[in-house]
């Protein structure tokens, strides 16, 4: 259960690399460092409303599904009204892509915004108010995601 002064800290580093004639991979010469930062969400107390999720394999298929259903780690059932507050994806999956709507579209798949994780890749985004309701997922075959999320229970 979330208490007062409970966090979510997220580190990511992107390494832009180039390879050189000889094969040979470096930093690229023109951004010359890493990059990256923290993206830390503070949660509120859970009388206020804020409560992990999280789902080690959802199954994800080639018809259109939500990301996110069921129940919080410390009980309750996820609404689809409650708000998401910070997600983390990760495709587990060695060979195939899953696409991930925030805005209730439909064919996620179709929309040149949508999120695109290919196999092995993670994504973890800090939001703001994207209802569960809004967000989508498709994949081009049936896969698995691992899921972890801050919700705001608004229900």
Known sequence: MATTGDKVRARCVVIPIET????????????GKRLGGACDYSLLDT????????????????SVGDLISGTYTDGGDVHVDDIIRFLYVKNLSSTQEVV??????????????????RYNQTAMVPLNSTKVSDVHVYATATINVEVFAVIRDVA
């Open 100 to 117: 991930i709507s925030l805005d209730a579209n439909e064919m996620p798949a179709a929309q040149q915004d949508s999120i695109k994780l």
């Open 20 to 31: 050189c004639d000889e094969g040979f991979e470096h930093i690229d010469s023109v951004i």
């Open 47 to 62: 009388s206020e409303g804020d409560h992990f999720f999280y789902d080690e394999e959802k199954e994800c298929g080639t």
